[in-house]
């Protein structure tokens, strides 16, 4: 049975969402990794550290400027997460 070419097109897509999904939850994982390791060195979930940080009472060491951005780029990870979970379930 010969495909079509739209159905060809769609499995394509697919195909690359799913490689797509793969690296982004093994940039998760990684990125989670990080933030245990920051939580256990000073003794504080992430959501607290960013509510501290938020409000100015740590200071401005580099680690904190760096679990910050890992906090950032792990809700930008999910959120791209979701989305391509969306768009495979079409």
Do not use: C, P
């Amino acid at each position: 049975m010969k495909t079509s070419l739209a159905e060809e097109e769609v499995f394509i897509v697919k195909e690359s969402l799913l490689r797509e999904l793969a690296l982004s939850e093994a940039k998760m994982n990684l990125i989670r990794e990080e933030l245990e390791g920051f939580e256990k060195r000073y003794e504080m979930s992430s959501d607290e550290f960013v509510a501290k940080f938020g409000h100015g009472e740590l200071g401005d060491e580099q680690d904190y400027f760096e679990w910050w951005g890992l906090v950032r780029g792990l809700k930008t990870i999910e959120e791209q997460i979701g989305k391509i979970k969306v768009m495979l379930a079409y």
